[in-house]
Nanobody, 124 residues
Framework: DVQLVESGGGSVQAGGSLRLSCAAS????????MAWFRQAPGKERQGVAT???????SYHDSVRGRFTVSRDSTQNTLYLQMNSLKAEDTAVYYC????????????????????WGQGTQVTV
């Protein structure tokens, strides 16, 4: 049974940085297409960044150049490095995963992913 557990959220001043982690258990992260989503109060869940099995990454326009998604197979963990944080980045951040083929490009739609963490709050 695969589980995803996020950590690393918190409060930070505008312009600051945070690194979120998503520890996976039950299966190697390299088996999945993975992504970070966020949801602010009263808003829909929004895709932030994805990393494919190939290692290719993609980002929402609002975070490109400020956020970096990566994974560490030795730690079986997904990361989101967030720099130059803005007030509008305030949200609950979720990691998500879906088993995918090596060249799949699942994108940033929430319905594509069937495994979710519990979320971690980021307040800027």
């Amino acid at each position: 049974d695969v589980q995803l557990v996020e950590s690393g959220g918190g409060s930070v001043q505008a312009g600051g940085s945070l690194r979120l982690s998503c520890a996976a258990s039950g299966r190697p992260v390299s088996s999945f297409c993975m992504a970070w989503f966020r949801q602010a109060p009263g808003k829909e869940r929004q895709g932030v960044a994805t990393i494919e099995r190939s290692g290719d990454t993609s980002y929402h326009d609002s975070v490109r150049g400020r956020f970096t998604v990566s994974r560490d197979s030795t730690q079986n963990t997904l990361y989101l490095q967030m720099n130059s944080l803005k007030a509008e980045d305030t949200a609950v951040y979720y990691c998500a995963a879906v088993l995918c083929s090596p060249f799949a490009r699942p994108g940033l739609l929430p319905g594509t992913y069937n495994l979710w963490g519990q979320g971690t709050q980021v307040t800027v």
